[in-house]
């Protein structure tokens, strides 16, 4: 049973960066899979943020974050990150990192099987 834990949320003020990482501490291995990080702000609905595909890194970017934010794979330690740098306001959520066994790229959360509990990022303006 993959089981996730998220760590590096916090509170910066707009223009800052943070650094999230969400490691599989089950160790298990899928042989294709793909691991994404998700955000839901208050009184909306839960959206992708960044979502990479684990056989070749293909990622994909919400259009709202391209050129801020970077994810990234450690696979030897099971580990996904999310570089988020310019932070905005708007970026203020609830971030959750997620993973699925998978043959191609997975971009929405329907498609995900298992998920972290979450970490909070504030924005502050």
């Known amino acids: 049973q993959v089981r996730l834990v998220e760590s590096g949320g916090g509170s910066v003020q707009a223009g800052g960066a943070l650094r999230l990482s969400c490691v599989d501490v089950?160790?298990?291995?899928?042989?294709?899979?793909?691991m994404g990080w998700f955000r839901q702000a208050p009184g909306k609905e839960r959206e992708a943020v960044a979502t990479?595909?684990?056989?070749?890194?293909?990622?994909y970017y919400a259009d709202s974050v391209k050129g801020r934010f970077t994810i990234s794979l450690d696979n030897a330690k099971n580990t996904v990150y999310l570089q988020m740098n310019s932070l905005k306001s708007e970026d203020t959520a609830m971030y959750y990192c997620?993973?699925?066994?998978?043959?191609?790229?997975?971009?929405?959360?329907?498609?995900?099987?298992?998920w972290g509990q979450g970490t909070q990022v504030t924005v502050s303006s």
């Open positions: 089950s160790g298990y291995a899928y042989s294709r899979y793909c």
């Open positions: 990479i595909y684990t056989v070749d890194d293909s990622t």
């Open positions: 997620a993973a699925a066994g998978c043959d191609w790229l997975l971009r929405y959360s329907y498609e995900y099987r298992y």
